[in-house]
């Protein structure tokens, strides 16, 4: 059997299906800075359209680059989290 299949053998790995610590942390503070800084956005986005936010999401891309949130898919080379 392949590993991280389940069997009826004691002896076989099972699948983990537990989310890393890191893993919850990171969705944690991505969650809170969605929460915190992005979500009372949208009242302008929806009354005044994108363009008068944009500015304000400059902003707030530079502060996801500083909480070395930006591009968690991408390599560190590339900007990413890595």
Known sequence: MR???SAGSPDETLMDFNVPTHIQELVQRVHAFV???LIPLEPTLLYDGFAAVLPV???KREQVRQLGLWAPALPADWG???
């Open 57 to 59: 999401l400059r902003e």
């Open 3 to 5: 590993p991280g299949c």
């Open 80 to 82: 990413g989290m890595g």
């Open 35 to 37: 929460y915190d800084e």
